[in-house]
């Protein structure tokens, strides 16, 4: 069956700009997750989402950061006024629910790069 | 609040040597650790995982064990194939009570490339 997908695979900016990232979880997970990815913190987590609320916000490194998720499936991550700091990979996971022993399986990622 | 250390790569090998990557965890509560791989161009995943202590995760010829005592999840494998090369993620996602509840907080990582 289809994986997590995620849009843009590849998204430059210019500093200042806001961005939009989306991801697709697998069809009938409840639990889908953010991550980032940057050469100086390697992964890191920012937000989770249990269907449609997010019990964990406390991942996000700024206000500039936030995320929705609608009708339990499509999330998107919004960062407002971008950072040269802000350019990594952000990871999106999903799994079956949020229980520590179900596997989360990740998207292929969208590379961010801010000019 | 919960973290997982790694140790430090890269890790070059020739073929068919023993690979041992060291992780150590702190956690409250009773987490599940995973080793996750990611091959070059491709995404994250799994590659085995245990939910509690003394638990052996196996895969793809891959081991780790759960040991509570130590706190570790070392991952080994007794021969290396060339293809194993990619870079490996070890993780912890902590029960009720544990900072890390309902996410996955990795290790560094670590590097490893298989020479022929």
């Known amino acids: 069956g289809a994986g997590v997908s995620q849009s843009p695979s590849n998204k430059v900016t210019e500093k200042g700009k806001d961005v939009e990232l989306r991801c697709d979880p697998i069809s009938g997970h409840t639990a889908l997750y953010w991550y980032r990815q940057s050469l100086g913190q390697g992964l890191e987590f920012l937000i989770y989402f249990q269907g449609n609320s997010a019990p964990d916000k406390s991942g996000l490194p700024s206000d500039r950061f936030s995320a929705e998720r609608t009708g339990g499936s499509v999330s998107t991550l919004t960062i407002q006024r971008t950072q040269q700091e802000d350019s990594a990979v952000y990871l999106c996971a999903s799994s079956l629910e949020v229980l520590v022993s179900y596997e989360q399986y990740f998207g292929p990622g969208t590379r961010l790069t801010v000019t | 609040g919960d973290s997982v250390t790694q140790m430090e790569g890269p890790v070059t090998l020739s073929e068919e040597a023993f690979l041992t990557i060291n992780c150590t965890y702190t956690?409250?509560?009773?987490?599940?650790l995973f080793w996750y791989v990611q091959y070059p161009g491709e995404g994250l995943q799994l590659l085995l995982k245990a939910t509690k202590a003394d638990d052996k995760g196996s895969n793809k010829g891959f081991e780790a064990t759960y040991r509570k005592e130590t706190t570790s999840f070392h991952l080994e494998k007794g021969s290396v194939q060339v293809s194993d090369s990619a870079v490996y993620f070890c993780a912890l996602s902590a029960g009720a009570g544990g900072t890390s509840y309902g996410k996955l907080t990795f290790g560094q990582g670590t590097i490893l490339t298989v020479h022929p």
């Open positions: 956690a409250t509560g009773y987490p599940s």
